[in-house]
């Protein structure tokens, strides 16, 4: 969840890890650090609490020339936020090292550096890394040779990177469970968490592998595996646009990442589709004989993920008629599954670094599962590179920690998914064909319900001093009420809960009053009777009702705030219905003065427990 920037170059460095930290801030932010070896050779260090934009004016005050140096900005896990939790972390003068993931060991491993007397100046499980790497140079390692011994010491996820003043010019980074790149330069070379760190110094970039260890100095670059054998990895250039990760005339990212949305949905079909099914090849090698043979869906993910999954369970089991369940990822591998004959293995994650989601899968690749496959967003991630088959959703860089345009595009690919398991099973021609039809209108709808941003930002001026809302949907819908309570909570901090609305009477009722706004989602479908009788439970109790209707129905919709929506089917709806809710989150949130693409406790890339 945090960012790593290294650079050992034959240049003043500090300003490009300053400049590496910004684009990384939407993965934790509340404090920020750098350290750079000077041409004395001393590590001078700087670190402050809160944004990066702190520690740049910290480092303008006193501007140190170094040409090898670290930067980290920080999201809490073990201590609180601190100019001494702050990283980087050193031992003494000598060793210097930050740190994303968490040390499940740190506890025993600090008793016993204590024991050798080594003192701690943190809170952090970070800190155990850098005087266990300096207990082991006192022993005559190499800051290589010592990242390698001490990664058999650490017990749980990590990306590290160090230096060492026995060794100026030389980074070392490490991974194990949490993401590290390197980028190669003109006579310098970089490591970070995130290519979006290095975009303006690289195109070529290493993604390290699982148990990788890189050594970087100005003029060489190398990758060994655990025990500290060289092993070759591919070079790839990205062809990331810069302006992909800048806001343009947008306010913030996550209304840049909303409008894209139209865009990113026709990306995600472009290639895949043709106006009467689905183009061969889309989901990989052999896959089609896959999908024809399993028998039942096991969808795992997080978040807003979570809620793509829960919407594709009932596009799966219409359209193939096949069993599927959607579990959250960290309480999926806490348990002991069963696992029926023939079941895919789905995994759902934006970054395709999810901590959880990524434990889910390895845990499922020991058992009996028929083969996993993942719907991801970052080509090179470890989700990626681990799952048998995957289809990749195409949104691009999403900066703002609220999942937007990730979401649609999720969900833009499990329906592909779907139509293809019912396409083998119970679909014939001309119901593939209408199923495409309508995801081929998804891109012009969703531009259609963009069109309503200004009656949302007037909508949103009904909630900015509100502190409860319930969102209510049946069907498809119901999981596009928890999205649309998961936005409003991540961004405006208002609390609130998306509900079943057949379940109004076992318990929410209670909490309606005139002063609890209760959203409902109502597009044209065969459970809209049923949705009009839960509305009329909350009109005979004073509620104060916000409707978002296909404009087809909206007469018979009664009393309540309407928003109204084209008119769309129920494959298409899910998407299309989710956007409003998107903008009435980011206009409350604006109009409450909140962060809104980096609320608070919350990072982008959750790579830790």
Not at 2 to 9: D, F, L, R, S
Not at 433 to 451: D, H, K, Y
Request: aromatic share 6%; charged share 20%; hydrophobic share 40%.
């Amino acid at each position: 969840m945090c960012g790593i920037v290294g650079i050992a170059a034959q240049r003043a460095v500090a300003r490009d890890l300053i400049s590496g930290l910004k684009a990384l801030e939407y993965r934790g932010y509340d404090s920020a650090g750098l350290a750079v070896l000077t041409a004395e050779g001393a590590i001078r260090r700087l670190r402050t609490k809160g944004k990066v934009n702190e520690l740049r004016d910290a480092h303008e005050i006193a501007p140190e020339p170094g040409h090898c140096g670290i930067a980290h900005t920080r999201w809490a896990t073990h201590g609180v936020p601190s100019e001494e939790n702050a990283h980087p972390h050193m031992s003494g003068d000598s060793v210097c090292v930050v740190h994303n993931g968490i040390i499940e060991n740190h506890a025993e491993l600090r008793a016993e550096l204590q024991a050798a007397g080594f003192r701690f100046s943190s809170q952090t499980d970070t800190e155990v890394i850098a005087h266990l790497l300096e207990h082991q140079q006192r022993g005559g390692k190499s800051l290589l040779e010592a990242v390698v011994a001490a990664g058999k010491r650490l017990h749980g996820a990590f990306a590290i990177v160090a230096l060492s003043t026995r060794e100026p010019g030389v980074l070392v980074g490490a991974r194990r469970g949490s993401p590290l790149v390197m980028g190669l330069g003109e006579s310098e070379n970089y490591l970070a968490s995130d290519i979006h760190a290095l975009l303006p110094l690289t195109r070529e970039f290493v993604y390290l592998e699982e148990g990788d260890v890189a050594e970087v100095s100005r003029g060489q670059a190398r990758v060994l595996d655990s025990d500290g054998n060289p092993v070759e990895r591919l070079v790839k250039h990205s062809n990331f646009s810069l302006e992909s990760v800048e806001r343009g005339p947008y306010r913030h990212f996550m209304l840049k990442e909303i409008h894209e949305q139209p865009q990113t949905v026709a990306d995600t079909l472009e290639g895949r589709i043709t106006h009467s099914g689905l183009l061969p090849g889309i989901f990989g090698p052999d896959a089609e004989a896959l999908l024809a043979s399993i028998k039942a869906v096991q969808i795992v993910a997080c978040g807003t993920s979570y809620h793509a999954g829960l919407v594709a369970r009932y596009w799966i089991e219409s359209m193939a008629g096949l069993p599927c369940q959607v579990e959250i990822a960290s309480e999926f591998r806490y348990r002991k599954p069963v696992v029926l004959d023939e079941t895919l293995f789905v995994t759902i994650s934006q970054s395709g670094e999810t901590a959880d989601t990524l434990a889910a899968l390895r845990m499922a690749r020991g058992m009996a599962y028929a083969s996993t496959f993942a719907v991801c967003n970052v080509p090179e991630s470890s989700l990626v590179r681990e799952s048998e088959h995957v289809l990749m959703t195409r949104a691009g860089p999403e900066i703002g920690v609220a999942s937007t345009k990730a979401f649609s595009t999720q969900l833009t690919a499990l329906a592909l998914l779907a139509i293809e398991l019912g396409r083998t099973r119970r679909m014939d021609a001309g119901q593939v064909r209408a199923a495409v039809e309508e995801l081929q209108s998804v891109p012009g709808l969703v531009g259609e319900a963009l069109r309503l941003d200004d009656q949302l930002r007037q909508l949103a001026e009904d909630f900015v001093g509100k502190q409860h809302a319930l969102f209510l949907g049946r069907g498809t819908h119901f999981p596009i009420a928890l999205e649309g309570a998961l936005k409003l909570k991540e961004i405006s901090y208002i609390h609130a809960e998306g509900y079943p609305a057949g379940e109004l009477k076992h318990g929410p009722l209670a909490l309606v009053d005139s002063d609890m706004p209760v959203i409902a989602v109502a597009p044209n479908d065969a459970l809209l009777d049923k949705l009009r009788s839960n509305m009329e439970e909350v009109r005979a109790r004073g509620g104060c009702l916000y409707l978002f209707v296909d404009h087809a129905i909206r007469e018979g919709m009664g009393e309540g705030r309407v928003i109204e929506l084209p008119s769309c089917g129920e494959l298409a709806a899910p998407i299309v219905f989710n956007v409003p809710l998107q903008l009435l989150a980011y206009h409350v949130a604006v109009l409450r003065g909140t962060d809104v693409d980096q609320p608070r406790n919350l990072a982008k890339s959750v790579t830790v427990e």
